[in-house]
């Protein structure tokens, strides 16, 4: 952990140079430097730029946690049930590559104008992501694993809960990570779409005002957005796969 | 009792073994060699239930056999134990599928623990164990359910000969002081020699035969490996090996 803390570290320590180097090349109008950028982001956060960054992440975190509960017991039941999984699979890999994005509008129509809307287009991007995960990794399993517990007796439920959440719960942790970046860039288009909170909202809106050290701070909140969700989910893996650390240290 | 009567197997068209019969009374250890493909896991499938024969019937103290028998304990060579509980939860874990309730499974679940010689790891996970110290789990885990029947499916395989040795000698140990009716396949014939009170070679598939032999009496300790008879009757079963595979 202490390892990781020190790489992060490094990687801002890059990521700042190499933003330094761009705002000398491009011009500081264009490219705000850290040093100009850095005081303005406090200063904001003071007013209302954290109730942005708040609702931006509640809404990734409402998206995740809807998909989540949606999407694993139907993948689990379409990697164990045949007569589901003929159904509904087909199903899934045609709705699958449609860009979820595109069906705002039909969202908005239903939900309204409304945070409902931008989570529940969040949540069907993702439901599709941790469904196939899910799917995919109860197939997965190694037989033995069934031969084991069914010979010590076990129910189907019992097997559920001793075995197969168990074995795909790291693998479900894997299909946050990559949804969580996904619930970032889709959010950040719904919200810049209508609506006046959220980072997405204050990061155009900044731009529209060509105030681009605000619009700045905005994509910094946005990215920190990103890290914290990284951090907790991996606090949360820690928490829940303790068996994982292992694999981890 | 373990009573085995004409009972035969198959893949679709391919017919595992010709029809045989067996009986093993209880406290016996009978192993089973032969080469890849003759059906020895199939064999095992059937008396742990996990598959029916096409005909023929398999008893165990007059029940017929079936899923999830709670009299018979299964110890594959890999993946019998599950990474995400700690040893103590995989050995205590057929009991509270059993419903045994917590301090009576956890007490037991020591006691084997100790039997098996991993006290004081009982909080680790399978992860920081060797390939020696996950079969002996699996092995406590197996003999907390008081199993009449213990089945084996090349436990020791993937361990290495010194490591191997040594639990065949705990096994050889804890098995003859138990009423257990064991079978245990291995690919090895020094295995099958070393514990087994009957020794079953089996053919090349399809439709494989069963050769009977009689093992050798005695303890299961270091002594019993330089016994010239055992020397002897691993070399005639290798002959007869070679012949029949």
Not at chain 1, 2 to 20: P, Y
Not at chain 2, 47 to 76: C, F, M, V
């Amino acid at each position: 952990m202490k390892k990781r803390v020190v790489l992060i570290l490094q990687g801002t320590l890059l990521l700042l140079l190499l933003w330094w180097g761009f705002s000398l090349a491009f011009g500081q109008r264009l490219i705000p430097p850290p040093q100009r950028v850095f005081p303005e982001l406090v200063r904001l956060l003071g007013k209302d730029l954290l109730l942005h960054t708040l609702s931006t992440l509640g809404r990734t975190l409402a998206a995740l946690s809807v998909s989540l509960f949606l999407a694993l017991p139907l993948g689990i039941a379409l990697g164990r049930i045949r007569w589901m999984d003929n159904l509904f699979s087909p199903l899934s890999y045609l709705l699958y590559p449609i860009p979820k994005i595109a069906l705002l509008p039909i969202l908005m129509l239903i939900f309204g104008i409304t945070d409902t809307a931008k989570i529940a287009v969040v949540a069907l991007v993702l439901f599709f992501q941790i469904l196939i995960e899910v799917r995919g990794s109860v197939r997965s399993i190694p037989r033995e694993y069934i031969i084991s517990i069914t010979s010590l007796g076990a129910s189907p439920l019992q097997r559920v809960f001793y075995v197969l959440g168990p074995y795909i719960l790291p693998q479900v942790f894997t299909a946050l990570r990559i949804g969580s970046g996904t619930a970032l860039a889709v959010l950040f288009f719904a919200e810049t779409f209508f609506g006046s909170r959220g980072l997405g909202f204050f990061i155009m809106d900044s731009w529209m005002r060509i105030s681009y050290t605000q619009m700045f701070a905005g994509i910094i909140m946005m990215a920190l957005s990103g890290l914290v969700l990284f951090l907790l989910l991996d606090l949360l893996e820690r928490l829940f796969c303790p068996w994982r650390k292992v694999v981890f240290d | 009792m373990l009573k085995i009567l004409r009972c035969t197997a198959s893949y679709g068209n391919y017919k595992v073994f010709r029809p045989f019969s067996l009986e093993v009374p209880p406290g016996e250890t009978i192993t089973m060699a032969g080469p890849s493909g003759c059906g020895k896991s199939t064999f095992l499938s059937l008396l742990a239930g996990l598959k029916q024969p096409d005909s023929g019937t398999l008893e165990l103290n007059n029940q017929r056999i079936a899923t999830g028998n709670l009299h018979t304990a299964l110890i594959l060579q890999d993946y019998g134990l599950f990474p995400w509980f700690t040893v103590l939860e995989n050995v205590a874990l057929g009991l509270k599928i059993r419903g045994v309730e917590k301090e009576k499974r956890l007490f037991r679940a020591r006691l084997e623990i100790e039997k098996v010689g991993l006290s004081g790891l009982e909080r680790r996970y399978p992860g920081e164990l060797s390939g020696g110290q996950r079969q002996r789990v699996a092995l406590a885990r197996s003999l907390s359910l008081d199993p009449e029947l213990l089945l084996m499916d090349e436990p020791f395989s993937a361990l290495d000969a010194v490591t191997r040795e040594s639990l065949q000698e705990l096994l050889g140990q804890i098995l003859s002081a138990g009423n257990i009716i064991t079978l245990l396949v291995t690919h090895s014939i020094e295995e099958a020699v070393f514990l087994g009170k009957r020794i079953f070679l089996m053919s090349r598939g399809p439709e494989s035969r069963l050769y009977e032999y009689q093992g050798m009496a005695g303890e299961r300790d270091k002594g019993f490996r330089k016994d010239p008879a055992y020397f002897s009757l691993c070399s005639l079963l290798r002959e007869r090996m070679e012949e029949i595979s």
